[in-house]
């Protein structure tokens, strides 16, 4: 059964600053991972979309990469901003199973 | 602009009375998701479909109940079989085969059974 853990829950950095998110899965056989954030009351926006056989995603400040080995995936977010400021979701789909796994999310305030 | 929309926004219940949540698209994706979301807790399966007339059940089905009657719509029925319905729900679609497997959500339905 897979399982997603992102560590720590919360965290709070300054603006201007580069962080890194963490997201972790214990089975390895993904077919994707995909990064979401959440505003407070909201739904969930789609950030990166990693594939099974890519490294990496890049949008813009944000970037994604995935270790299959590891079972990690990280998102890097470059010169934070305040509006960044949200709880950032990573969630896991196996291959043959149409069910997404989700992570608990890490809440991100960025203080200005 | 295509996206998901899903109403209403708030929903307020009594215990007992089935409440109907609905979700459309116009993305004219084939597959549709609905999820569960309490605080602490990962969003959860309650039911999904891929196609037209067809639906599976997740991980927490119990309680609910969807149809698929159009590729647009994919309502849920919280049933008052439900023992605990307070929460936020989401819809999501995504292509369905031979697609990206990307997930898109809309603004959720939260839901107080008072």
């Known amino acids: 059964k897979q399982e997603v853990t992102q560590i720590p829950a919360a965290l709070s950095v300054p603006e201007g600053e580069n962080l890194v998110l963490n997201c972790s899965f214990t089975d390895s056989a993904i077919y994707n991972l995909q990064w979401f954030r959440q505003d407070p009351g909201k739904g969930l926006t789609s950030l990166l979309l990693?594939?099974?056989?890519?490294r990496e995603q890049t949008s813009g400040r944000l970037n994604a990469s995935l270790d299959k080995s590891s079972g990690r995936s990280t998102l890097y977010i470059a010169a934070s901003q305040p509006g960044d400021s949200a709880t950032y979701l990573c969630a896991v789909k196996n291959f043959g199973n149409e069910k997404l796994t989700f992570g608990t999310g890490t809440r991100l305030t960025i203080i200005p | 602009d295509g996206g998901i929309t899903q109403s209403p926004k708030y929903l307020f219940r009594k215990e007992g009375q089935n409440v109907t949540l609905s979700c459309e698209q116009n993305?004219?994706?084939?597959?549709m998701y609905w999820y569960r979301q309490d605080p602490g807790q990962g969003l959860r399966l309650i039911y999904y479909s891929q196609i037209v007339n067809d639906f599976q059940k997740g991980d927490i089905a119990e309680g609910y109940s969807v149809s698929r009657e159009k590729k647009e719509s994919f309502p849920l029925t919280v049933t008052s079989a439900q023992k605990n319905p307070t929460a936020f729900y989401l819809c999501a679609s995504s292509i369905g085969q031979g697609g990206t497997g990307e997930l898109f959500f809309g603004e959720g339905s939260r839901l107080t059974v008072l």
């Open positions: 990693i594939q099974s056989s890519q």
């Open positions: 993305l004219n994706h084939d597959a």
